[in-house]
């Protein structure tokens, strides 16, 4: 059975940084995509970033509205994917959700989730 | 504002069915798959839909489909835990990053 379990999320001031954690299990880890999405309160949700395979060369993704402050690496050796968030705003504010990639170019979707770990900006 | 447009809400009562559409253009739905994702109460998102193929363990009550860049979701024999909130999502060639649209409220009267 996938568990995607997500850890590292707290409260933290507005500029401070974070990183988040995700850790995988029951699937073949090295052979996915793995994503990151958010969800603001009461909002929906937001695409954060990719983390791609060693297949395609481990190259990564962010969304324009965190290019610049997040990074998005991996270790295959943990089966885990990391979010690094740096130059944190009250606007990131948000519960942090992994997701597994699957399915064939033009035809990947998020296939599992994680529960989400929550990250509060705030002074 | 999304890159992909959802109705705000629909509604539909037990057994009805009911369609959930998500509009994008040329560079996201035109081109690639979109998946369909359930949200109940604000929980874990669960995954009801990619292309047309279900993921094992929802029920063949729920459909996919696509027309040009309009994908769709729908939903028979409307059921009162099929209530929730309902995101489409895929990629976008032009951006090169993944979105979502607004979501859709569905609730069952």
């Known amino acids: 059975e996938v568990h995607l379990v997500e850890s590292g999320g707290e409260l933290v001031q507005p500029g401070g940084s974070l990183r988040l954690a995700c850790a995988a299990s029951g699937f073949t880890f090295n052979n996915h995509f793995m994503d990151w999405v958010r969800q603001a309160p009461g909002r929906g949700l937001e695409w954060v970033g990719r983390s791609r395979n060693r297949d395609h060369g481990y190259t990564t993704q962010c969304a324009a509205s965190v290019k610049g402050r997040f990074t998005i690496s991996r270790d295959d050796s943990k089966n885990s994917v990391y979010l690094q968030m740096n130059s944190l705003k009250i606007e990131d504010t948000a519960i942090y959700y992994c997701?597994?990639?699957?399915?064939?170019?033009?035809?990947?979707?998020?296939?599992?989730w994680g529960q989400g770990t929550l990250v509060t900006v705030s002074s | 504002q999304s890159a992909l447009t959802q109705e705000a809400s629909v509604s539909g009562t037990v057994g009805q069915t009911v369609t959930l559409s998500c509009t994008g253009n040329?560079?996201?739905?035109?081109?690639?798959?979109v998946g369909w994702y359930q949200q109940i109460s604000h929980g874990t998102p669960k995954t009801v839909m990619f292309g047309n193929s279900l993921p094992s363990g929802i029920p063949d009550r729920f459909s996919g489909s696509k027309s040009g860049t309009t994908a769709s979701l729908t939903i028979s024999g409307l059921q009162p835990e099929d209530e929730a909130d309902y995101y489409c999502?895929?990629?976008?060639?032009?951006?090169?990053?993944?979105?979502f649209g607004g979501g859709t409220k569905l609730t069952v009267l």
């Open positions: 997701a597994r990639v699957s399915g064939i170019p033009g035809e990947r979707f998020f296939e599992n």
């Open positions: 040329s560079n996201n739905i035109g081109r690639y798959v």
């Open positions: 999502s895929t990629w976008d060639y032009s951006l090169d990053a993944g979105v």
